[in-house]
């Protein structure tokens, strides 16, 4: 996401891969960025991604642009909750709407076939 889209009140969503505990299966994640400020003079912005329990940070121009606007869509695969981004016939086969709220992304309906 470009610096100059980025506005605050908005909400961007940061997604990578992560370890899923103490083993080395990786599954992809994704966190809602709340935006609270942006100051386009240092080319910075004041977010934080959990409003309960995380103090505000402060996010460089470069870890903006890491952010996405849209929330992916996450496929499971295979066993563990494995997690993966959909394809684009997935994306076709899910353009339904999508819910709101929650600290997770959606998820179709459908599973993997990998086993």
Known sequence: MK???????MTLYDVHR???GNTTIR???CWP????????????AR?????TFNP??????????????????LVKTGFFGRE???TREEKRAHAGPRPRGGLRCPRPTTR???R
């Open 27 to 29: 599954t992809m994640g």
């Open 112 to 114: 993997g076939t990998a």
């Open 33 to 44: 960025v709340h935006v609270v400020s942006v100051d386009e003079k240092a080319r910075t």
């Open 56 to 73: 505000e940070q402060t996010y460089t121009e470069r870890q903006l642009k890491k952010l996405r606007a849209e929330r992916p869509l």
């Open 18 to 20: 992560y370890r899923m």
């Open 47 to 51: 977010v934080h991604w959990n409003v």
């Open 3 to 9: 610096f100059e889209q980025v506005k605050a009140g």
């Open 84 to 86: 993966r981004l959909a």
